[in-house]
Nanobody
């Protein structure tokens, strides 16, 4: 069983930056594809960014060139560096992991990000 714990959320002004962290338990973290999702009030959860076990990254169009996903397998941690934040980035951010296939096996509890205008 893998547990994911996010941290780093908070309140920031538009144009500011935040770095989210997601710490994972377990010894097979390096084999997992890891992603960030977010859910704004009244909206469905949406994909934000992915980093696979080989280091390949992929982003939603809405965050390209502003957000960067990375991982440190030695620390069992995945990061989301968020720059040039906009009010529409306000959401609860979740990290998720999958060992293979399309569906995610593990989810964190989420961390709130609020961007004020």
């Amino acid at each position: 069983q893998v547990q994911l714990v996010e941290s780093g959320g908070g309140l920031v002004q538009a144009g500011g930056s935040l770095r989210l962290s997601c710490a994972a338990s377990g010894r097979t973290f390096s084999r997992y594809d890891m992603s960030w999702f977010r859910q704004a009030p009244g909206k469905e959860r949406e994909f934000v960014a992915l980093i696979n076990s080989s280091g390949y990254t992929y982003y939603a169009d809405s965050v390209k060139r502003r957000f960067t996903i990375s991982r440190d397998n030695a620390k069992n941690t995945v990061y989301l560096q968020m720059n040039s934040l906009k009010p529409e980035d306000t959401a609860v951010y979740y990290c998720a992991g999958r060992a293979g296939g399309a569906s995610y096996d593990y989810w964190g509890q989420g961390t709130q990000v609020t961007v004020s205008s």
